[in-house]
Nanobody
């Protein structure tokens, strides 16, 4: 019922910036958009929470490791969620995943996931 497609990943030098996009589709999401989140994962490690945004876009939550550097936002009219990543570090290298939540807030409960987009930060 919900399809999520991430884009915007790539290779960037340390200190640079990238903007990730998550395009959502499906009748359920378009009619009743829910809270959204970004996660990242490195091979051999657990998937890590990065950021979340409420349905309205007024509530946001970030992992301590990205606070002050990453900004999550959304445009419900365009069915799109964004992750602006500034001051990137090599430690940010990972596959980034977009996820939708059955809730409207920041409960960190997610039921649909995108395929991921690779972000690589070089020194």
């Amino acid at each position: 019922q919900v399809q999520l497609v991430e884009s915007g990943g790539g290779l960037v030098q340390a200190g640079g910036s990238l903007r990730l996009f998550c395009a959502a589709s499906g009748r359920t999401f378009i009619t009743y958009p829910m809270a959204m989140g970004w996660f990242r994962q490195v091979p051999g490690k657990e998937r890590e929470f990065v950021a979340a945004i409420s349905r309205s876009g007024g509530g946001m939550d970030y992992a301590d490791s990205v606070k002050g550097r990453f900004t999550i936002s959304r445009d419900n009219a365009k069915n799109t969620v964004y992750l602006q990543m500034n001051s990137l570090k090599p430690e940010d290298t990972a596959v980034y995943y977009c996820a939708s939540s059955p809730t409207t807030g920041l409960a960190r409960v997610y039921d649909y996931w995108g395929q991921g987009t690779q972000v690589t930060v070089s020194s």
